[in-house]
């Protein structure tokens, strides 16, 4: 992606990985232990996320001038009314084309649905499945599961087309 988000960067084990093949990156995350030294390449926020996508639009940073981003990936709060709040959210920032990963969406058992694992997040697959304008995948991963969603007639080939 050019522009990556994630929210919940924990320790960064994704942020770092994304970030030696994104343009620029931005993790959110509610605990300042977890802080990552911003650099050229990428900018840590410690807040809650509803408080990220307010200052999000009024931020200076100049490679994030246009307010948009290509990639999010979401491993916040892992209760349903956040999750579904952090990806409405990053729905409105997302670029054409652009996708959404949620982390916690395919707990293998219910030992992982425990508020301090998955929590009820993985409730969100059945809202998005429902929404006929948004693709979802489920992807059985490790013991969580993540799920990708792009919006309809997005691909790169059905925009390329578009304009071609």
């Known amino acids: 992606p ?3 988000l994630e929210l919940g960067i924990h320790r960064g084990e994704t942020f770092k990985k994304v970030k030696k093949w994104a343009e620029y990156c931005v993790g959110v995350d509610i605990d300042e232990q977890y802080r990552i030294p911003d650099d050229e390449k990428s900018s840590i926020w410690i807040c809650p996320t509803n408080d990220f996508f307010e200052d999000f639009k009024n931020t200076k940073i100049k490679a994030l001038e246009n307010k948009m981003v ?13 999750a579904l709040r952090d990806f409405k959210s990053s729905l409105k920032i997302l670029n054409k084309g652009g996708c ?7 707990p293998k058992s219910d030992k992982y649905t425990e508020p301090n694992l998955c929590g009820d997040s993985y409730k969100i697959v059945n809202k998005i499945e429902n929404n006929k304008e948004l693709n ?10 993540v799920s990708i969603v792009t919006r309809k007639g997005e691909t790169r080939t059905q925009l390329r087309l578009a304009t071609g």
């Open 2 to 4: 050019k522009i990556y």
């Open 70 to 82: 290509d990639m999010v990936f979401i491993d916040a709060c892992h209760e349903y009314d956040s």
């Open 100 to 106: 959404i990963i949620l982390h916690d969406t395919d």
């Open 136 to 145: 979802i995948i489920t992807l059985p991963c490790r013991e969580a599961g």
